[in-house]
């Protein structure tokens, strides 16, 4: 079945450490998306990739980074700088096919708590 | 600049009681909007789209939302709800535009709790 895979599920990183979060789509969508969620904020962006090799900054990309090697892949580092890491992060793809009726995929998300 | 705003944090409600979850954007392009509805460990999942033609649309489960365009209001409503659809639910919306062009804009989101 095609979707979205993000892993691991649950993080534990120290203080000071980077960590990267993986995201891998089979659903050969162009677009790809990292949000965070905290409780009461909704999703805030902080990344996106219209196209490989290609990306942007969402609303809150302050001590993120990422990379666009290949379609199917968006992998996000939480770096050091990133002030309050611990939330949860979720990836999500989109088509730009098919006018208006392309459709948004979301994955299971990854918790990161800073220990 | 756009941006998507619900009303209610959180909102709790007997079983078989009538729901109605405001949300209110602004946005200068074609509105695109949708409901995404989270259950407790489980994934963002659509419950209903707008994209044009009648501003009534209905969802999965019984939900519906109306667009009413002089109000930039995209109202959730269900008239008798379930312990089940306790969950948070987020009104969203998303950008026909240049740069931003599949951008998808949350609310904060709406915790509803549902009480037996």
């Known amino acids: 079945d095609g979707g979205i895979t993000q892993s691991p599920k649950y993080l534990f990183r120290k203080e000071g450490q980077n960590v990267t979060l993986s995201c891998e789509q089979n659903?050969?969508?162009?677009?790809m998306y990292w949000y965070r969620q905290d409780p009461g904020q909704g999703l805030r962006l902080i990344y996106y990739?219209?196209?490989?090799?290609d990306f942007q900054k969402g609303d809150i990309a302050e001590g993120y980074s990422v990379s666009r090697e290949k379609k199917e892949s968006f992998p996000l580092t939480v770096t050091s700088a990133q002030k309050n890491p611990t939330a949860f992060y979720l990836c999500?793809?989109?088509?730009?096919?098919?006018?208006w009726g392309y459709g948004y995929t979301f994955g299971s998300g990854t918790r990161l708590t800073v220990v | 600049a756009q941006s998507v705003s619900q009303h209610n944090h959180h909102v709790i409600l007997s079983e078989a009681a009538s729901l109605e979850l405001g949300c209110n954007y602004s946005?200068?392009?074609?509105?695109?909007l949708f409901w995404y509805v989270q259950y407790p460990g489980q994934h963002l999942q659509l419950l209903l789209k707008?994209?044009?033609?009648?501003?009534l649309v209905k969802g999965i489960k019984g939900f519906e939302a109306e667009f009413i365009k002089s109000k930039f209001s995209f109202n959730l409503r269900k008239p008798s709800v379930q312990w089940s659809d306790t969950a948070e639910y987020f009104c969203?919306?998303?950008?026909?535009?240049?740069?931003?062009?599949?951008?998808?804009?949350f609310g904060r989101g709406t915790q509803l709790t549902v009480w037996p």
């Open positions: 707008y994209f044009s033609g009648d501003p």
């Open positions: 946005y200068g392009g074609t509105v695109n």
């Open positions: 990739s219209q196209i490989v090799n």
């Open positions: 659903l050969n969508h162009d677009a």
């Open positions: 969203v919306l998303k950008s026909d535009r240049g740069s931003t062009l599949g951008r998808l804009y």
């Open positions: 999500a793809s989109s088509s730009r096919t098919g006018g």
